[in-house]
């Protein structure tokens, strides 16, 4: 059998360059190993502390295979790392459709759900949204109804080799981390939610010189979202890093209601994002919606302030707008080819 690559220096945490990580990366994506050597390998790496370096190396060896996206248009894209383990619902993307009914063009890229209860594409799949489209009509949903999902597998065949070591593992990898860092399109504007707290300032470092507008955001109770239950820190290349404080906005929820926004299943986690875009939903589920399209409103730079982004984001909820986003996303994209 043949060794992989590096595998003996990750088990002992010696310290490795870029090249000797990009050939890992390389390893993982190829078929000269076996399952069992890239199970141990990423496991190896997701245990090695993350810094830019690490990530900037595998997330180039993807890009490299990676067909570029022209994005004529201002977008903003904002896929998560996931990996918080609270299992609530799929809010980013019931945040985008409040954010595309602001104006701003949503090219979001995701998957279905390695490590949680439901990603991004399970939450669209169900919608009835087809999820492999080409890069032309991507384009075109994009320039008809303000939103496009990339879905990761389709533009990323190089991935494939290893997706089921992943889902067979079910816990959080480094995989998590590069689903932000490999977007197939250059971007205007990326807002990244992550759960690690070691995690956030090197995606903010690998991120904040690629994009006109980045903002990495973790909130203190652990969420990869903006939370409602506790104030969150934004790490922001055009305002430096700041905390957003939801008491401040009368979005703040104690912490034993969280439960309301938990589900267990794909099928629950879509009712609750419908629910909560054709305005039957108030309390907490509705107000983390906001006030996460509200910091992709501001990091657009829509708005001036955080405080004019939650007052429009309310309006575009309220007037059922956002829900008008969606439906008109969900209907072109069936007859799109």
Not at 38 to 49: D, F, R
Not at 187 to 204: C, K, R, S, W
């Amino acid at each position: 059998m043949t060794s992989f690559p590096h595998l003996d220096k990750l088990i002992y945490k010696l310290s490795l360059s870029e090249t000797q990580y990009h050939e890992i990366m390389e390893g993982l994506l190829s078929e000269k190993y076996s399952d069992l050597q890239k199970a141990s390998a990423i496991t190896a790496l997701s245990m090695t502390p993350i810094d830019q370096y690490l990530l900037t190396a595998l997330s180039e060896v993807v890009l490299a295979k990676t067909s570029l996206l022209p994005c004529p248009d201002a977008c903003i894209d904002t896929c998560g790392t996931g990996g918080d383990g609270k299992g609530y619902f799929n809010i980013s993307t019931v945040s985008s459709f409040i954010t595309v009914a602001a104006g701003i063009k949503v090219l979001k890229h995701g998957n279905r759900s390695a490590s949680g209860v439901s990603g991004s594409a399970d939450f669209l799949e169900i919608a009835g949204v087809k999820l492999e489209h080409s890069y032309h009509s991507l384009q075109k949903l994009l320039s008809e109804t303000g939103f496009a999902f990339v879905f990761a597998p389709h533009v990323h065949p190089c991935l494939h080799a290893i997706a089921q070591i992943r889902k067979k593992m079910q816990v959080k990898t480094i995989f998590n981390f590069l689903g932000p860092l490999v977007h197939p399109a250059i971007l205007t504007y990326q807002i990244v939610g992550v759960a690690d707290e070691q995690a956030q300032e090197p995606m903010f470092q690998t991120l904040s010189k690629k994009r006109k507008r980045v903002m990495v955001l973790r909130g203190l109770d652990g969420c990869d979202e903006c939370s409602v239950f506790a104030p969150t820190l934004v790490y922001d290349n055009l305002h430096g890093t700041f905390i957003v404080n939801p008491k401040e906005f009368g979005l703040s929820y104690p912490d034993h209601v969280s439960k309301e926004l938990v589900v267990t299943n794909k099928d629950e986690s879509f009712s609750l994002g419908l629910a909560i875009l054709s305005g039957e939903i108030t309390g907490p589920a509705r107000a983390i919606c906001i006030l996460n399209a509200a910091l992709a409103i501001f990091c657009a730079e829509k708005t001036q302030t955080l405080a004019e982004a939650i007052t429009e984001a309310t309006v575009l909820l309220d007037s059922r707008q956002a829900y008008a986003s969606f439906q008109k996303h969900r209907n072109h994209s069936e007859h799109c080819l």
